[in-house]
């Protein structure tokens, strides 16, 4: 079995994004840079800085063009944003991400609630933009979302991941991240989500997105891993949760995940001590301890 687990690791932050996007208290685009900037000091070599969606629906990211143009970047680093239709990516193309993001999900009722529309129809609106991206040498990634259980439908069977990977390949999506919305999964339940998208998509395209909400993202990253699965997001302080999935907490601590890898000698390019810093920066501002058992234990041990 470990014979397969992958000898390096790419994270992409989504705290940025996906992180603050929850936050009810504003936080100012400075914030929001410095804290890209300290993930980037790291060793994060792809963030998810925000996304190109209302602002009537998500406040929280209205400050999109003032922080990726904020961004002293660095070579080697990919930013990447979120665009659910074209009005949105022809803002988004202003400000150079490196790759979009459209997000569909695994179930009815969750796209419903999350972007206005069906899935049919969602795949209808990302086609152009994925087109136009392409065409603009961007590269694009597709989020699924609730591809283990929704707050609405409950369970998802895995042949409804599969539909949706096949649909997402089939307008050009170039890679896809198997979110796990509302924390649900547990291992086994994650593989076979992995499994149905793994019909479509090779396994360097595959990422796992694991909010921790019911405690199992490590064990599901684990269970990931074991499927040759290298490539994942997490977010700085476990920062997080999706507006339209009331009662999801945030994704698996990037400082967990990284502690984890590095205890399993995977290879991640992340220097834990500065992202425990970006970790606490970020904290500090909300006003909280960080959301990650790793962070709080090292935190405590460099105190004493
Ligand atoms: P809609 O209301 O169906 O769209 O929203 P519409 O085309 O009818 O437009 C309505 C209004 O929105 C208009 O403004 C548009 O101009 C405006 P008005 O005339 O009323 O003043 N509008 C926009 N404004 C800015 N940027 C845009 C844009 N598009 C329309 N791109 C829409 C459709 C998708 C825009 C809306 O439902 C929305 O913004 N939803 C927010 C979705 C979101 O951000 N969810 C959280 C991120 S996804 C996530 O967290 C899951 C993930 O992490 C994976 C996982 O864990 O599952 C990725
Ligand atoms: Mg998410």
């Known amino acids: 079995m470990t014979s397969s687990i992958p000898s390096r690791v790419r994270l992409i932050d989504v705290g940025p994004r996906d992180g603050l996007q929850n936050e009810k208290t504003p936080v100012p685009a400075a914030v929001k840079v410095e804290l890209v900037h300290r993930l980037q000091q790291a060793g994060l070599q792809e963030i998810e800085v925000t996304s190109y969606v209302s602002p009537k ?17 660095q070579p080697g680093v990919a930013y990447s944003v979120l665009t659910p239709n074209l009005k949105g990516f022809e803002a988004a193309v202003l400000d150079k991400p490196d790759e979009i993001v459209v997000f569909g999900s695994a179930s009815e009722a969750f796209s419903q609630r999350n972007i206005n529309c069906s899935i049919a129809e969602s795949i209808e609106r990302f086609a152009p933009v994925v087109q136009a991206a392409l065409a603009a040498g961007i590269r694009v990634r597709g989020a699924m979302s609730c591809t283990v259980g929704c707050p609405y439908e409950g369970d998802i069977a895995p042949e409804r991941v599969a539909y949706l990977a096949g649909l997402l390949k089939g307008i050009g999506v170039q890679r896809v991240d198997v979110a796990d919305t509302i924390g649900v999964g547990t291992p086994r339940k994650v593989q076979r989500a992995l499994e149905a998208t793994l019909q479509h998509f090779g396994i360097d395209e595959v990422s796992g997105h694991f909010h921790d909400t019911y405690g199992q993202a490590l064990s599901n990253t684990l269970a990931a891993l074991e499927l040759g699965v290298w ?8 920062l997080g949760g999706c507006p339209y999935a009331k009662g999801a907490t945030g994704n698996v601590a990037t400082e967990d995940v990284v502690y984890m890898l590095h205890g399993m000698d995977i290879d991640t390019g992340i220097d834990l001590d500065r992202l425990i810093d970006a970790g606490a920066y970020i904290s500090g501002f909300l006003d909280r301890k960080p959301n990650s058992r790793v962070a709080n234990a090292l935190l405590t041990k460099r105190a004493g």
């Not at 629906?57 to 970047?73: K, L």
């Not at 490539?231 to 476990?238: I, K, L």
């Open 57 to 73: 629906w998500v406040p929280q990211m209205g400050d999109n063009h003032e922080v990726m143009s904020g961004i002293a970047r």
């Open 231 to 238: 490539n994942f997001q997490s977010s700085v302080a476990g």
